[in-house]
């Protein structure tokens, strides 16, 4: 199973900047799914981003321009850099991966990390 530590989350202020990273430790070839999703308090769980095992990628419509998910195969490492951050991208950020395909990476993923949080204030 794939292992992913999350670092990069903190506290900003509205319009502020932030990049998550999540390294990934065990296989994680190209064909792996990894993504991000996001889960706040009292609020179902929302996928944020994701580049699929052939490369494409899929950011959720309402945070396109503002969240740019991309991925360096030789660290191993997935980012998400996230810009003019709003109050409700509060939320813990969690990286997901899986060697499955799309939906279960989306849906159900193997693996995923602790979480980092991300709290913007206004």
């Known amino acids: 199973q794939v292992q992913l530590v999350e670092s990069g989350g903190g506290s900003v202020q509205s319009g502020g900047s932030l990049t998550l990273s999540c390294a990934a430790s065990?296989?994680?070839?190209?064909?792996?799914?990894m993504g991000w999703f996001r889960q706040a308090p009292g609020k179902k769980r929302e996928g944020v981003a994701y580049?699929?095992?052939?490369?494409?990628?899929s950011i959720l419509d309402s945070l396109e321009g503002r969240f740019t998910i991309s991925r360096d195969s030789a660290k191993n490492t997935l980012y998400l850099q996230m810009n003019s951050l709003k109050p409700e991208d509060t939320a813990m950020y969690y990286c997901?991966?899986?060697?499955?395909?799309?939906?279960?990476?989306?849906?159900?993923?193997?693996?995923r990390g602790q979480g980092t949080q991300v709290t913007v204030s206004s």
């Open positions: 997901a991966a899986d060697n499955r395909g799309a939906y279960y990476c989306r849906v159900s993923p193997e693996s």
């Open positions: 065990g296989y994680t070839g190209s064909t792996f799914c």
């Open positions: 580049i699929d095992g052939d490369g494409s990628v």
